[in-house]
């Protein structure tokens, strides 16, 4: 009863608080789609409303879902080819998955040089606690020239179109952003971002490569960890 004491001063019960933050992080839905879709089921509750919440308790659900989720994998995969504009300025959106697709970590800077790279690899290694044995990027030197001073015992593989699971990974930022019609600023996208793959991670589970018995298994599991997070079990 204790974590409950964040949704405090709320109207409405912490069910439609965490369920409304669940849909607009893990669906491209706008906050007013989401306002329809409680209202068809008798909530009214108005979309600025849905904005707070999201504002408010996503980044805390995505602080949770980091640290159930542990260490990932060992095999880091990166790329900062996607280029996000941002109040009219060019951003480089810098992502590392592992080899099971799960988003390590984002980070949003202006430029793709050494320190921005070093800048990366250290917000990576504090995330996750340790060095990866391999990282696979592509041939920007100045990942190596980082890796040199910051991650010197790693493998680094530069070859081409190895780290094509990172560049494809982006295709989530992408629809997102043509239905928030472009970030607003820096930092709401970084916020957005991080909360996202933390929401993205929990529910990827990979259905063509399950039996259906098996997906039903582990998506049970998904939704009892968000309820465990959200204090809604």
């Not at 933390?198 to 039903?216: C, D, E, K, P, S």
Request: proline share 2%; glycine share 4%.
């Amino acid at each position: 009863m204790k974590k409950q004491s964040q949704y405090r001063g709320h109207r409405f019960p912490h069910e439609i608080i965490s369920h409304a933050v669940w849909l607009y992080h893990r669906f491209c839905l706008s906050f007013r789609d989401i306002e329809d879709l409680l209202a068809e089921r008798g909530v009214v509750v108005s979309y600025e409303t849905i904005r707070q919440w999201c504002l408010k308790f996503g980044p805390r659900y995505a602080k949770q879902l980091r640290k159930r989720q542990g260490r990932l994998g060992d095999t880091w995969y990166m790329d900062e080819l996607t280029i996000i504009t941002v109040q009219g300025e060019r951003r480089y959106l810098w992502r590392a998955v592992d080899q099971d697709d799960n988003v390590i970590d984002i980070l949003i800077q202006k430029r793709k040089d050494k320190q921005a790279a070093k800048r990366f690899f250290r917000k990576m290694l504090k995330g996750q606690g340790q060095s990866p044995r391999r990282m696979i990027t592509d041939k920007l030197k100045s990942y190596g020239a980082a890796r040199r001073e910051v991650m010197p015992s790693v493998l680094h593989c530069q070859e081409r179109r190895a780290n094509n699971r990172a560049e494809t990974s982006h295709q989530h930022t992408r629809q997102q952003e043509r239905q928030m019609r472009r970030f607003k600023s820096p930092g709401q996208a970084q916020r957005f971002l991080t909360i996202h793959s933390a929401v993205h991670n929990l529910f990827r589970i990979g259905r063509h490569l399950l039996r259906a018995r098996h997906y039903r298994t582990f998506r049970s599991q998904a939704f009892s960890s968000w309820q465990q997070v959200t204090c809604v079990c």
